[in-house]
């Protein structure tokens, strides 16, 4: 089997319009479609379902029974486009799949080429398709090393091509209507109309036209500036505002996504003395890695050194160059966390600033002085 690999390159305020863009031209039968959390796949599920197009989730929080009965539909024809996690989709063997779309790109290559893996089935062509964001360009390429495959761009399909695909299928709808179906009643009402109201048959077919696409038009609406595609890339060392990631949803949201997939604990050379911040090190992480700020967990701030939880199954080349990426002039020199403090912390419990999935940022109490013991007094 061979798989067609793509990439679209787009800012993650604008996936949602491009996949909606993606799913009107691509000649599919049925689509997978990857998200990285279990929030990620209920929300896009329901947002694709109103737009028109029947959607479900797959995720590990579904029923067994849910689950079998989503992957039932999804083989029988019944749903065309199911919204997974890589856990859920594990082992997933559906003919139909021609195309997988990586709506978030995976941090682990082994988990993209899973994912590639669900199309392309019983000797069948497929196509995978991966949406990425400029700063994501490393995480490419890293896929790209790794498959041993290049991955061609393709671009934005314009509103002009989707108006286009859409007056092509209603052509053809009418022209299989025309030859299957009888057409005797419909065509005495036409020359009733005529009669009654005075018009000719193109006019009544313009307005029957109409009120075919009053409810989903011929002419798609855009929804993403022309230069969506050109979306300029981060300064390095530009710090990510956080609270809302690109516009993307609360730090409540945020916190929920950050446990909802498997985390790492690596420790970095740099800390409190050289005058880093949680904000320092997530800017830099999320600029040189290409890992949106809500991937990033748990950041310890400690006197020389800091600890942050980062997704499971990094690609080492994204790894390696996080060793050489510097903090306030500190190289990170990141590696795993073993759990071990330095020898040369003070004893008692050490001031640690955090910044987790909800950004808060404990303010450092001033310890409390110890009253003198106030004398006895013998009555």
Same mark, same amino acid.
């Given at each position: ?24 031209? &691509? ?16 929300? /896009? ?29 999804? =083989? ?19 003919? $139909? ?12 290559? &082994?988990?993209?080429?899973? $994912? ?10 497929? +196509?995978?398709?991966?949406?990425? *964001?400029?700063? &994501?360009?490393?995480? /490419?390429? !890293? ?12 671009? /934005?399909? @314009?509103? &002009? ?11 053809? #709808? ?5 030859? @299957? ?22 006019? %009544?077919?313009? !307005?029957? @036209?109409?009120?075919? #696409?009053?409810?989903?038009?011929? #002419?798609?609406? +855009? ?25 993307? $949803? ?8 950050s446990a909802d997939?498997d985390k790492i604990?690596?420790? %970095? +050379? ?30 310890? %701030? ?15 080349e994204i790894f #390696? ?24 912390? =003070? ?11 909800? $950004?808060?940022?404990?303010?450092? =109490? ?6 003198? *013991? ?6």
């Amino acid at each position: 089997a061979t798989v067609r690999q793509r990439y679209c390159q787009v800012g993650s305020q604008h996936k949602l319009d491009a996949l909606t863009r993606v799913l009107e031209v &691509e000649d599919a039968d049925a689509i997978l479609i990857f998200v990285r959390t279990k929030i990620a796949a209920t929300e /896009l599920a329901e947002r694709l379902e109103a737009r028109g197009y029947p959607s479900a989730a797959l995720h590990g929080d579904m029923t067994q029974a849910l689950r079998e009965k989503t992957i039932e539909q999804l =083989r029988g024809g019944n749903l065309d486009i199911v919204v997974a996690t890589d856990v859920a989709a594990r082992g997933l063997d559906v003919q $139909r799949i021609s195309h997988v779309i990586n709506y978030d790109i995976p941090y682990d290559t &082994e988990a993209y080429i899973h $994912r590639i893996g669900r199309t392309g089935r019983a000797g069948r062509a497929g +196509d995978a398709i991966l949406f990425i *964001a400029p700063r &994501e360009l490393r995480l /490419l390429r !890293a896929i790209e090393k790794a498959t041993r495959q290049p991955i061609e761009r393709m671009p /934005l399909p @314009t509103p &002009e091509a989707i108006t286009g695909h859409r007056l092509a299928q209603f052509k053809q #709808q009418m022209c299989e209507v025309f030859n @299957t179906q009888d057409l005797g009643f419909f065509q005495e009402l036409i020359a009733e109309v005529e009669r009654e109201q005075e018009m000719n048959a193109h006019d %009544i077919a313009a !307005a029957l @036209t109409y009120l075919a #696409q009053r409810e989903r038009p011929f #002419q798609f609406e +855009d929804a993403i500036p022309k230069d969506a595609e050109k979306e300029r890339e981060r300064p390095p060392g530009r710090p990510v505002r956080e609270g809302r990631i690109r516009g993307e $949803r609360s730090s409540r949201d945020s916190a929920r996504d950050s446990a909802d997939f498997d985390k790492i604990r690596y420790r %970095i +050379d740099v800390g409190r003395e050289h005058g880093a911040t949680p904000q320092n090190i997530m800017g830099a992480i999320a600029n040189e890695a290409g890992i949106e700020g809500r991937y990033i967990g748990r950041i310890e %701030i400690h006197d020389d050194y800091s600890t942050v939880d980062l997704p499971d199954g990094m690609p080492l080349e994204i790894f #390696q160059h996080l060793k050489r990426v510097r903090v306030r002039q500190q190289m990170l020199n990141i590696r795993r966390f073993d759990g071990v403090e330095p020898e040369r912390r =003070r004893p008692g419990r050490p001031k640690v600033e955090r910044l987790s999935g909800n $950004r808060e940022q404990p303010v450092e =109490r001033k310890p409390m002085r110890r009253r003198p *013991a106030q004398p006895s007094v013998d009555s």
